[in-house]
């Protein structure tokens, strides 16, 4: 047996997805709250099928049906991971700022919140993986592809535009 040509796989994948992307969809509004994130999923699923499309197995629907669930529920199970994760690591910031009694005013943070998001983006994206994300400087640089004395003086000049934009006096 000759293995499909690339035109014939590719064929193969829209009518497989086509046959069986409500089905999917429903899949996932049955298992995910808010229902919105049900569309989210079918789309991270669609992304992975392409990516593995030669994993297609060829002319027999019910296996192809098969093969998109197994990936759908590798899809699931990491969005309920991820989920997992955020809420234990909101639960965990909660607590650390109700015994350190350290309870944000709303209205500062918002106003350094404005001001890194007025960054230029180069600027931003080096403050945000340092402050927001705990990555250190060295840490940052290297999800950047940065060289270190690169990401040192992009975070110094966004250091110093932080502080001269909350330093000026409040825009109403």
């Known amino acids: 047996m ?6 014939q796989q590719r064929a193969e994948l829209r009518g497989a997805l086509r046959a069986n992307s409500e089905a999917l969809l429903a899949y996932f509004e049955r298992r995910v709250s808010p229902r919105e994130d049900a569309a989210d999923l079918l ?6 099928v392409w990516r593995r499309r030669r994993d297609l197995p060829p002319g027999d629907a019910t296996q192809q049906r098969m093969w998109l669930f197994t990936i759908a529920g590798r899809v699931l199970a990491n969005h309920r991971r991820s989920s997992r994760r955020r809420l234990a690591l909101t639960e965990r910031l909660r607590t650390h700022l109700t015994d350190a009694g ?3 005013d709303p209205t500062e ?5 404005d001001a890194v998001l007025r960054l230029p983006p180069r600027h931003r994206e080096i403050v945000t993986l340092v402050h927001w994300d705990g990555f250190t400087l060295a840490e940052a640089a290297e999800v950047l592809g ?3 004395s690169t990401a040192r003086s992009r975070y110094a000049a966004a250091r110093t535009k932080l502080k001269n934009a909350l330093m000026e006096p409040s825009r109403t």
């Open 43 to 48: 789309g991270d699923t669609m992304l992975h």
């Open 102 to 104: 350290a309870v944000p």
């Open 109 to 113: 943070a918002n106003a350094v919140r």
């Open 2 to 7: 000759t293995p499909p040509s690339r035109p």
């Open 146 to 148: 940065l060289n270190q």
